[in-house]
């Protein structure tokens, strides 16, 4: 798996289309894996991507089994892209591994659910998205020492079904690993859905 980091170019037109429409940024990240021709592409290519402001820049990052192919690349200052093979991670993340996360999710819920026409709902409240982000630590290897909310996001794109409109939350904290082969997964596939308008990617640092 490899994680990898690059300046997005805002003076390019697609850039900035791509940083208003979140199906415009999947379709952008995806041309990075030209190899991955499928229905599902994105997951099939264990692909995911976050984007953040920092420092004056705005940055992409991407998790995905292959490196992206930066060739030809406009809207992506490819020549400053860090990518690093994170296989190596695996090892130290051990059992009481404590660690930093951001994490911007889409923190739902299915209605009716054993219906065909199920829909799912973005949770309202502060404390239903906390209890949320407890129940994917206990599916996915880990435990929440310490989060918050660090702000509500709102996405919008153009699905060729019409106009779609999502809720994210962005959660900072310190996690404890209870689980590694579990917390592994949900590092490498991500968290919660939505996953390809740029959510569910866990970033993470040392304490």
């Known amino acids: 798996m490899y994680l990898t980091c690059a300046t997005i170019n805002r003076l390019q ?3 900035r289309q ?5 199906c415009d940024m999947h379709r952008n990240v995806m041309t990075l894996y030209p190899h991955v021709q499928c229905l599902e592409a994105r997951k099939s290519g264990g692909v995911l991507f976050r984007t953040m402001e920092q420092r004056g820049d705005t940055l992409l990052y991407l998790m995905s089994e292959t490196q992206p ?7 992506l200052n490819s020549s400053s892209a860090r990518v690093r093979d994170v296989a ?3 090892s130290v993340l051990a059992t009481g591994k404590t660690l930093r996360f951001d994490l911007l999710a889409h923190p739902s819920k299915k209605v009716n659910a054993e219906r065909k026409n199920s829909a799912r709902v973005f949770l309202r409240t ?7 982000l407890a129940r994917q630590g206990e599916k996915y290897g880990f435990s929440v020492d310490a989060s918050q909310e660090k702000l509500i996001l709102d996405l919008h794109g153009k699905r060729s079904t019409g106009p779609m409109y999502l809720k994210a939350v962005q959660f900072n904290g310190i996690l404890r690993v209870t689980d590694p082969d579990m917390f592994w997964k949900g590092y490498t596939q991500g968290i919660g859905a939505e996953k390809s308008y740029g ?3 866990l970033l993470l640092s040392a304490v």
Request: hydrophobic fraction near 35%; charged fraction near 30%; glycine fraction near 10%.
């Open 88 to 90: 190596p991670l695996r």
């Open 69 to 75: 192919d930066f060739s030809g690349v406009e809207w």
């Open 126 to 132: 502060e404390d239903e998205r906390k209890q949320w």
């Open 13 to 15: 037109q697609s850039a």
């Open 18 to 22: 791509a940083l208003g429409d979140c």
């Open 199 to 201: 959510l569910g990617m």
